[in-house]
């Protein structure tokens, strides 16, 4: 699975917010003050950080209860 989180013309005007991205509005009147060294500049996407394995995946959503019958093991997912 991939999923881009900031496409290449929102790269300009995203920045880094603690452990969050903002992307500012188009119109310039409308945006905050960052100094434009603090914008991404590019896409930012999934591919952009480590891939959490299979079984961190079944873990998540055991523990919130999203699927109840998710296999105790990934090998029996993966069938």
Do not use: C, K
């Not at 950080?49 to 919130?64: F, K, M, S, W």
């Amino acid at each position: 699975m991939h999923e881009i989180l900031v496409a290449e013309e929102e790269g300009h005007r995203t920045y880094e917010s603690g452990s969050y991205y903002v992307i500012q509005p188009v119109l310039p009147e409308l945006r905050s003050d960052v100094a434009s060294s603090a914008f991404l500049g590019s896409e930012y996407s999934s591919a952009d950080q480590a891939q959490i394995a299979l079984e961190e995946v079944t873990n998540v959503l055991r523990r919130h209860w999203l699927f109840a019958d998710v296999p105790q093991d990934s090998e029996e997912l993966l069938r």
